[in-house]
Nanobody, 115 residues
Framework: QVQLVESGGGLVQPGGSLRLSCAAS????????MGWYRQAPGKQRELVAR???????NYADSVKGRFTISRDDAKNTVYLQMSSVKPEDTAVYYC?????????WGQGTQVTVSS
């Protein structure tokens, strides 16, 4: 069973940038879509962005134009480049397939946007 491990989170100032990585223990090419999700305190987990194995992407309106998702199937890794971050981007970020499968949820990586 593939395991997904997120990394790259941290504290960043508003307007700054951060790059998240999601490393898979096995091949992700078979997953048509991989996604990044986030969950802020007191809120439901939401899909932030997804990328197909053909390279097409979709974004939540709240991050469109600021975040970029990509995948490297040769490295079994999915990335989320975050730019022009805002305090409301503060959340735990997770990767998973899309639609998400419960067995693939990992620990996530905390992103805190604050001055």
């Amino acid at each position: 069973q593939v395991q997904l491990v997120e990394s790259g989170g941290g504290l960043v100032q508003p307007g700054g940038s951060l790059r998240l990585s999601c490393a898979a223990s096995g091949s992700i090419f078979r997953f048509a879509y991989m996604g990044w999700y986030r969950q802020a305190p007191g809120k439901q987990r939401e899909l932030v962005a997804r990328v197909s194995n053909a390279g097409s992407t979709n974004y939540a309106d709240s991050v469109k134009g600021r975040f970029t998702i990509s995948r490297d199937d040769a490295k079994n890794t999915v990335y989320l480049q975050m730019s022009s971050v805002k305090p409301e981007d503060t959340a735990v970020y997770y990767c998973n397939t899309n639609p998400a499968q419960p067995k693939y949820w990992g620990q996530g990586t905390q992103v805190t946007v604050s001055s």
